[in-house]
Every structure is written in structure tokens, then in C-alpha cells.
């Protein structure tokens, strides 16, 4: 999984200019979100790769943690950001986009 990821970082390169400054202005964005959520440290990580699309099951090997812990994390996340899952925390970030 890990190997997965850093391919994918590594595609990032291949993609046009404008692409990859608009990748750096959305994480910005988020970045900035998750602060005034005020999530922790572990929160912000799991949020980060929520929005990846990792399951909480990858997230946990990825963290080396327990499944259990990041469901915990995740909801905690959810609910400092006053949305009702997963899918409504992504599309936070981009329902006014598409």
C-alpha cells in the first residue's frame, strides 16, 4: 500500500502545470479547514488520507495502528467538521466545484 502511494506521488509529476498548481491550492485549503476544525495531529493524518480514498482498514496499516482507533479518529473528524461520514467530508471540499 505504501509502494501504491508513493507511485502515485511520483504521476504527480507527469501532470500538466495547471494541475498541480491547483492540487497545491486545494491542499492549502485543506490544510487551513483542518485547522479551524482543530484537529489533532492523528486527526489531520487520517483526514488526509480519508480524503486519498483509504479505507479504515488501510488507513490503520498504513498508520500502523488499529482499525478500531481510526474509526474512532475518523468520527471524531466527522464530527468536528459537522458532516454525517465519509462522503459528506470529501465532498465538503469539492461540492462547489464540480
Do not use: C, M, P
Not at 488526509?48 to 488499529?66: D, H, M, P, Q, Y
Not at 467538521?81 to 465519509?86: A, D, I, P, Q, Y
Amino acid at each position: 500500500l505504501k509502494t501504491e502511494l508513493e507511485s502515485v506521488s511520483r504521476q504527480n509529476n507527469i501532470a500538466k502545470d495547471y494541475v498541480i498548481e491547483g492540487r497545491r491550492r486545494l491542499g492549502q485549503v485543506i490544510a487551513q479547514q483542518f485547522s479551524e476544525w482543530q484537529l489533532s495531529n492523528s486527526e489531520t493524518e487520517v483526514g488526509w488520507l480519508l480524503l486519498k480514498g483509504l479505507s479504515l482498514k488501510e488507513i490503520a496499516i498504513v498508520r500502523n495502528t488499529l482499525e478500531k482507533t481510526v474509526r474512532q479518529q475518523a468520527s471524531a473528524i466527522y464530527r468536528k467538521s459537522g458532516v454525517s461520514g465519509r462522503h459528506a467530508f470529501s465532498a465538503w471540499f469539492i461540492e462547489d466545484i464540480l
